[in-house]
């Protein structure tokens, strides 16, 4: 059967995975009756839950005689290094881009690394029924985003279709017809998408997605470069410096057929497989025949911007809601993570009770975080620091981000105060539609941390943010941090309604009646700038006399609700989130009075 090997590349939201739906329900791949969730590929409970593509995932389809694999790619900067690896299992890609909104930096991100390894485009206007849409100036403005990334004449040549992912249908013109569904499509991509490479030679693999599997253990999934690879065949995996990592045996070769993965006799050249049997090789690695010698070349991975201290929960409560609480099992999670990860990068304390985890961006080790706290972990996460480098001189760089914000004109000023504030500097302003305006800043990774959420408040939750790595540049100076104390609990127990009533004029609560604090644990954010210790367990004095019922009713403001990523944003060096299945609590590193000042003292010493 001919082979077809494609990723669909788009920004968040855009509609890539609800385009992957409806390619296989159109090409036959689920029976007329057969029930299927919505977003199918979408498998993981986080992804549904935030309708994000985490992980990238292949899936196939059959149209006409051809075989069509299809790489579904993540949609955010922060899982860019997932992108890196796919593009080099296909030889086209389908660029699907929103009619309203058109190419942003993700979509510059993953189109930059598909044309540098000479992929040549179909670019798909999808959401062309949005009542905002632009098409013809979208068009013009993939146009010059292709020619600004030094594309060639051949590349900048890209067929265009026009349609909608969830009606399911394309075709050569905006108005349609819509009754061909998207068989325009799958012509274009049969006619312009070269077929699967094959290269002389023995069989050659390169690892580049990696999964555990609990019945046949470790799954790697790669296109094969050359030669075939059968069921317990004898190969080797060497890495990329050319050294055997192991030797072994084939145990299973699994292929995609529709949405499952089932085994097959004989992987040939070009096919996108998994093999399983192997328990060392990783991602990058490269699986070949035993008498190979010289590695695949892999993509270089863009390094880490972000790190994040992971230490063992030692809060009073530890223990009381997870059973995974000791630093050995936070350790081999962490690792086991990193070998499928390779953005990830993992270091060890010198007391190890503590992991330095980088990544690509808050969102990552957020979402790491989140399936840990899910598989019932317990621990402690520091605020995100960014990953400085210095140059030949000697001189300090941090990384620079390329930030595009989307917002009504009226909240612009705002934004664009802001954002100077966290020493961006701004590149363009220029409306965008609808009264919107698109700001594009280059800010330091450092101001941008916990920026999320007040740019939300600033803006009445109008505002759409998108971020992307940039370059390492001259460090940009000091950024004011949070202006507020935190109100922290003198003693343990349960807060009570009345203690908290009391403190409402001293900040907003973060915690309500009944929940568990101990000493050092951060209840609220103080009015002002200083910390304060408060007593969240007094109770109301009672005395012989009768009072009127309503000055008994306790009427209690909402708590702040703090969620994983807005904590992490939010809280200050001197501070951490602890971390369990149940809950989000926040706390200061030293949970003892004497011991903060001490640490205080020492610190101001130091300065």
């Known amino acids: ?74 949609g955010h900067a922060d899982f860019g290094g997932e992108v890196e690896r ?195 090789g990783t991602v990058a690695d490269t699986f070949c025949a035993p008498e190979v010698e010289e590695p695949i070349l892999a993509q270089p991975i863009d390094p880490p911007t972000v790190t994040m201290s992971f230490l063992v929960n030692d809060s009073p409560l530890a223990g009381t809601e997870g059973d995974k609480v000791t630093s050995r099992m936070i350790r081999d999670r962490l690792f086991r993570e990193a070998e499928g990860n390779v953005t990830l990068k993992i270091e060890e304390s010198g007391d190890k009770d503590s992991f330095f985890v980088s990544g690509r961006g808050e969102l990552q080790l957020a979402i790491l975080i989140e399936t840990m706290r899910r598989e019932g972990f317990e621990l402690a996460v520091s605020r995100p620091r960014v990953v400085f480098s210095r140059d030949e001189a000697g001189s300090l760089l941090e990384p620079i981000e390329e930030v595009v914000i989307d917002v009504d004109e009226e909240y612009s000023g705002s934004v664009v105060q802001k954002m100077s504030e966290r020493r961006a500097e701004m590149i363009e302003m220029r409306p965008s539609g ?24 600033d803006t009445r939750g109008t505002a759409i943010m998108n971020r992307l790595f940039h370059e390492y540049a001259p460090f940009k100076g000091e950024i004011p941090g949070r202006r507020n104390g935190v109100l922290i609990s003198n003693d343990q127990g349960e807060a009570v309604a009345y203690a908290l009533w009391n403190l409402e004029d001293r900040g907003p609560m973060m915690i309500e009646p009944g929940w568990k604090v101990y000493t050092g644990m951060i209840v609220g954010e103080h009015n002002r700038e200083n910390d304060l210790e408060v007593n969240v367990l007094k109770g109301k004095k009672l005395t012989n006399i009768r009072t009127t019922s309503k000055d008994e009713a306790v009427r209690l403001t909402p708590p702040i609700r703090m969620t994983l990523e807005r904590s992490l944003a939010w809280i200050q060096d001197d501070e951490l989130v602890e971390v369990t299945p149940k809950s989000i609590r926040l706390r200061k590193v030293h949970l003892d009075p004497n011991e903060r000042k001490r640490a205080e003292r020492s610190k101001e010493t130091a300065a």
């Open 1 to 74: 059967m001919k082979l077809r090997n494609i990723a669909i590349i788009a920004h968040v939201d855009h509609g890539k995975t609800t385009l992957v739906d409806k390619l296989l329900q159109q090409s036959g791949a689920f029976r007329e009756n057969q029930r299927v969730a919505e977003r199918v590929m979408d498998s993981g409970d986080i992804e549904k839950e935030r309708g994000i593509t985490i992980l990238a995932k292949a899936t196939s389809v059959v149209w006409g005689d051809t075989r069509v694999n299809i790489v579904d790619t993540p």
């Open 86 to 280: 796919i593009l080099n299992m296909v030889d086209g890609a389908i660029v699907l881009v929103d009619a309203a909104e058109g190419p942003m930096p993700q979509t510059k991100f993953v189109v930059s690394k598909a044309l540098k390894i000479g992929l040549r485009p179909i670019v798909a206007i999808n959401k062309v029924d949005r009542p905002d849409a632009r098409i013809q100036e979208v068009v013009n403005e993939v146009f010059d985003l292709f020619a600004a990334l030094d594309a060639t004449d051949e590349q900048l040549d890209f067929p265009i279709l026009y349609g909608s992912g969830r009606d399911g249908w394309m075709a050569l013109n905006p108005e349609g017809p819509k009754e061909d569904g998207l068989a325009p499509l799958f012509d274009l991509v049969l006619k312009h998408v070269p077929p699967a490479k094959v290269e002389e030679g023995s069989f050659r693999m390169l690892g580049t997605l990696l999964e555990a599997n609990p019945f046949l253990g470790r799954i790697i999934t790669g296109r094969i470069s050359a030669g075939t690879v059968k069921p317990n065949q004898s190969i080797k995996v060497i890495d990329r410096d050319g050294n055997v990592v192991e030797q072994g045996r084939v145990s299973k070769i699994l292929a995609f057929r529709g949405i499952e993965r089932q085994p097959i006799e004989l992987g040939e050249a070009g096919d996108i497989v998994s093999i399983a049997g192997l328990t060392k």
């Open 434 to 457: 609808g009264n919107r305006q698109r700001l594009l800043f280059h800010a330091p990774t450092r101001g941008l941390i916990g920026y999320q959420s007040e740019l939300m408040t």
